[in-house]
Structure formats: structure tokens, C-alpha cells
């Protein structure tokens, strides 16, 4: 497998990968698949009908890993990806994902990806997505990503969801439905800058007796950029739910918060909370009396705000 | 040494001007370990941070080591040299205490043992605290240990504690005395400024002020000035816990 420095600069950056990962992976670059393992127990194979890969993780598999990052370093490459795990009963396994895109030319750049997540009963995925734009081209990096989660009973899933810098668009559209018992936790970090514009939406259905979902996203929108985040829980069982949006907000930037919760069920304990702000005064006061210049107290509450 | 010269601090009140400090002029020997007293409303924490530059004089001069940092920034103090416990210590999100400590130390890394020895020296347990964020999820009182650990990890030639011994429970209290007795055993070559109330804290003094109504009512050692405070109004006015147990001594 081959791939330029941008590249690999993209694959550090998106997958913490500085070599061929451990264990199964997909790696794909403008648009085609450069290098692909399986394991004994996870087994990746290549969509017939859509561009796009099955993960079949077999049930009991345990601490082992899939990494199928994307990147693109080809201006104007416009692709959809759909990508389907099914993880087996009772398995516990990581699975990284994440997009990069370097665009040097004036065209624009665009990823948009399905994943859907079909997690047997009682197992557990941690599922990390890291989303980087880089380049000084005109073209926009564009990324518009489908997350679906569908959990069977007493499955476990932790998302980490993470776009930092450099991607000029996205919606993101995560939708979950959870059985009896199953729990569902979300992580996302945004940050966006310059006229970049980010959407994301969530949508959990708490369908089982005793299932779960906290949702929880710490943004920061920096210039003249803008974010809205859309979390509706859903409780049709006795369940309980809880999303949390916190906001700093910069400069000229625009932040807008629909938290929304709908109860089916008279047990369903669903809770939101939501908070825009800007940096508070004695957070930067207390780090400038540490010797830190404004700029830098800044960005060390920011840094500590996203980790 | 800091020198504060004829320094004012007024705010505005329904179009009045109210005086917090009235011409505070003072000098904060080098090497020594001085305690501003006095009762609650009198300007100590004012006059705190305007030393840290946190709040900026109405008029008067402020000198350390003989440079005028009246118009300094925080930031600029603070490379100077000068550190700042706050009285109500700030809380972040994602902040870990570690990472506070190693901003304190100015270094890029730190090692958990460097940094855990800070907090050990509060009476921290340091593996249960140097991954924990500085956030809501810490008591009063563990946010200001982790405070004054970061100013001792800054390593100031001038220290300043709004009230240290605030928020602190009895059974730390003996814990904090320690640690100011033992900064003040290695004090040469800077100095270290407390504002307390507590009469232990006075008692470890090299020299106390005592400011009043926004001025500074007297200024000596300790061996001169504490036979004076203790039992006057000024002490019965600004106690704390310790003082109303011995409320009947006094």
C-alpha cells in the first residue's frame, strides 16, 4: 500500500495511525480502497450493489479493534460511502473511523457516508470519528456523514465524535434506536471557524424497558461561523435519557441549541440541558496570573474545553 | 520589595463614588512573610488584586523591585514574578489539574511525580487528583489546595493568598499551616503575602498590616502587632470558626 505524505498526514490525523494498523482495517483513499485486512473473527468485505464495505465482527469477539479511515487528497472528488457493521452478541470491540480532506485545488471536496450499526445483544462498541480538513485551496471539504445505530438488548455503544478544524461543511445526522436495557453514549467535540457551517442532529428512540442514552456535545464557534445542534430523545418505555449541549462562543460566530425531548411512557425520565457562552472572564484571569498571555489562556481553555 | 504608594480604588454606586481603598501607601519587605488583617469590607482582598493586577488602582503607583507596574498587565506581573491565590478559585471545564499545574510551571510537559509533589504539599493525595478536571465535581475546599498548588508550583519571588484558610475544613487547617510555615522557612529570595483573618496564620507572620475602612491602621511584627489584635473589635468582627470556639477566651 501507497500512500503520499498528505495522505498519511490525513490517516495521523483522522485515525492517530502512524503505520498499518493492528488487527482489521479498511483504508480507503480518493475513493478507492489502497489496503484492507481481515482478522479470524472480523471479516470485511466489499459491497456489491453501493460503494461501500460490510464488517462482520462474529459474536464473542473480544478487545480487538477495526480501523477504516478515509481520506481524500484529490480536489473536486465527490463521494458516498455506505458502510454496515454488524457486530455479533456479547463481543467487545473498537471500531475508528474518521474522514480527512486535503484540498489544494478550487473545487470542491465531498465525503458523505452512511454507517449503520447493527449491535447484537449484550455487546459492547466504542466507535471514534474524527473529522479534519486541511489545504489552502478555494475548493470546500465538505462532510456529511449518516450514523444509524440499531441495539439489541443490553448492547453497549460509546460514540466519540470529533471535527475540529478545517471542515468547511457538514451535516451530521446520528439516529439510534435502543432495545431493553441497551445504553448509548455520545461525545462530540465541534469546533468550527472561519465561515464554516455545521449541522448535527440527533435522533434517539428509547424503545426497551431500562435502556439509556446520554448524549453530550461541547462545541466552540470561533469567526464568523456557524452551528446548530438538534438533539431529540425520544422515551417510549421506562428509560432515561439525558443531552447536554455546551457552547462557548467567539468573535462573530452563531450558535443555535434546539434540544428537544418527547415522553411516551409515563416512567421515561428524559432530562436536557443546554448553554451558550462565552469564555468566562476569570477563567482567562486565573491562567494570565499563571503568565499566560490572553491569547494562549484562550486557547488553553478551549484545548481543555474539547478534550 | 513591593511598594504601593498612595493608592486608591473607588467604585461607583448610584452615581457615587464609594472609596474601597483611601490612599494606601505600604511596603512589603523581601523575605518576609506578611499577613493583611482586618475586618471583613476593609479593602484587603482589593488591595490583593490590585498587586496581582486583576483589578487596576483609581490613582496611585505600584513598585516591585523599584519598576513602576502600576500600568502592567496580569500577564506581565505574573512573568515578573508575582503569583495569585484566589479567594474563590476558578473552576473550568476540561482543565485537568495536572494541566493547571504544569501552565503554573510554565513547561510544556510535566512528570506526574513533579507535578504530584505540589499537591502532596496541600495535603493532596495526588494520584486521586492529577487526572481530575477542575471543574464542579471538586469540593470548595479541595479547589483551594489545588489553588495554593499552583502557586507554589509558579514559584513566585512574590506570592499573594486571598484567604487560603477559607472554605478549608478544621482538619486541613493544621495541614495549610504547615505549608505556609514551611514556605516560610524557604522563603529567601522572595516574599509571600497572606490576607487572613486567622489568628494562626497572624501568629507565623514576620510582619502584619492591618487595614481599616480602606487603610492601613497599623503596620509592625508580629511580636508588635498581635498582642494588639487579638480581642479587639477588629478580630471579633472578622472571625471565623476557630475564633467563635474561643469566642469566650477572648
Redesign the interface.
Known amino acids: 500500500m501507497e500512500l503520499t505524505d498528505v495522505q498519511k498526514k490525513i490517516l495521523e490525523e483522522v485515525a492517530d495511525l502512524h503505520k498499518i494498523p493492528v488487527g482489521a482495517y479498511n483504508i480507503r483513499a480518493n475513493g478507492e480502497s489502497v489496503g484492507r485486512n481481515s482478522s479470524a473473527n472480523i471479516e470485511i468485505t466489499s459491497k456489491t450493489d453501493v460503494s461501500g464495505i460490510d464488517i462482520k465482527i462474529k459474536p464473542g469477539t473480544k478487545n480487538e479493534s477495526v480501523h477504516i479511515p478515509v481520506v481524500i487528497s484529490q480536489t473536486g472528488l465527490k463521494e458516498n460511502v455506505h458502510n454496515d457493521f454488524f457486530v455479533g452478541e456479547d463481543s467487545d470491540v473498537l471500531i475508528v473511523a474518521g474522514c480527512g480532506i486535503d484540498n489544494c485545488g478550487s473545487s470542491d471536496s465531498e465525503h458523505d457516508g452512511i454507517h449503520r450499526f447493527y449491535i447484537g445483544k449484550n455487546a459492547r462498541v466504542k466507535y471514534v470519528e474524527k473529522h479534519y480538513g486541511s489545504g489552502a485551496g478555494k475548493g470546500k471539504r465538505i462532510l456529511n456523514p449518516v450514523t444509524e445505530v440499531y441495539m439489541e438488548e443490553g448492547s453497549y455503544c460509546e460514540m466519540e465524535m470529533v471535527q475540529i478544524k478545517g471542515v468547511d461543511d457538514t451535516e451530521r445526522v446520528t439516529h439510534a434506536e435502543l432495545k431493553e436495557g441497551a445504553r448509548m453514549i455520545v461525545h462530540e467535540r465541534l469546533m468550527t471557524h472561519d465561515d464554516q457551517h455545521a449541522v448535527s442532529r440527533y435522533d434517539v428512540e428509547l424503545n426497551g424497558e431500562g435502556s439509556s442514552a446520554d448524549v453530550v456535545s ?1 462545541a466552540v464557534a470561533r469567526d464568523r461561523s456557524y452551528q446548530r445542534f438538534d438533539a431529540k430523545i425520544i422515551g417510549n418505555a421506562p428509560c432515561s435519557g439525558h443531552s447536554e449541549c ?1 457552547s462557548i462562543i467567539m468573535d462573530n460566530g452563531t450558535i443555535l441549541a434546539v434540544p428537544a425531548l418527547e415522553a411516551n411512557n409515563v416512567d421515561a425520565a428524559l432530562i436536557h440541558e443546554a448553554a451558550i457562552g462565552k469564555i ?1 472572564g ?2 482567562l ?10 491569547q494562549e489562556a484562550e486557547e ?2 478551549i ?5 | 520589595m513591593l511598594e504601593l504608594k498612595n493608592i486608591v480604588y473607588q467604585v461607583e454606586e448610584n452615581g457615587e463614588g464609594i472609596g474601597i481603598l483611601n490612599d494606601v501607601s505600604l511596603v512589603i519587605p523581601d523575605g518576609k512573610l506578611t499577613v493583611i488583617t482586618g475586618p471583613n469590607g476593609g479593602g484587603k482582598s482589593t488591595l490583593a488584586r490590585i498587586i ?1 493586577g ?1 483589578v487596576k488602582p483609581t490613582s496611585g503607583k505600584i513598585f516591585f523591585n523599584g519598576q513602576d507596574i502600576t500600568d502592567m ?3 506581565d506581573r ?2 515578573l514574578g508575582i ?2 491565590a ?1 479567594q474563590q ?2 473552576r ?5 489539574v495536572v ?2 499545574i504544569r ?2 510551571k ?1 513547561e510544556k510537559k510535566l512528570s506526574s511525580s513533579d507535578a504530584c509533589k505540589y499537591l502532596a504539599a496541600v495535603g493532596l493525595c495526588a494520584k486521586d487528583y492529577i487526572n481530575r ?1 477542575v471543574n464542579s465535581s471538586l469540593s470548595g475546599g479541595e479547589l483551594k489546595r489545588i489553588e495554593i498548588a ?1 502557586v507554589l508550583a ?1 514559584k513566585s519571588a512574590l506570592s499573594v493568598f486571598d484567604e487560603p484558610e477559607a472554605g478549608i475544613d478544621l482538619w486541613s487547617f493544621q495541614n495549610l499551616i504547615e505549608v505556609f510555615d514551611g514556605m516560610r522557612k524557604n522563603i529567601e529570595g522572595s516574599s509571600i503575602i497572606i490576607i487572613s483573618h486567622q489568628e494562626r496564620i497572624l501568629q507565623i507572620a514576620d510582619e502584619i498590616v492591618l487595614v481599616k475602612e480602606g487603610k492601613i491602621d497599623c503596620q509592625g511584627t508580629c511580636d508588635e502587632i498581635l498582642p494588639k489584635l487579638v480581642g479587639t473589635e477588629s478580630a471579633v468582627k472578622s472571625c471565623g470558626v476557630v475564633d467563635l470556639w474561643k469566642g469566650g477566651d477572648n
Open positions: 461541547r455546551d468566562a476569570e477563567q484571569v486565573k491562567l494570565m496570573t499563571l503568565g499566560l498571555t490572553e488553553e481553555i484545548n481543555g474545553f474539547l478534550r | 496581582a486583576v498587565s496580569i500577564t505574573a512573568r503569583g495569585f484566589f478559585p476558578v473550568f471545564k476540561g482543565i485537568r494541566d493547571l501552565l503554573a510554565g478536571e499552583t509558579k
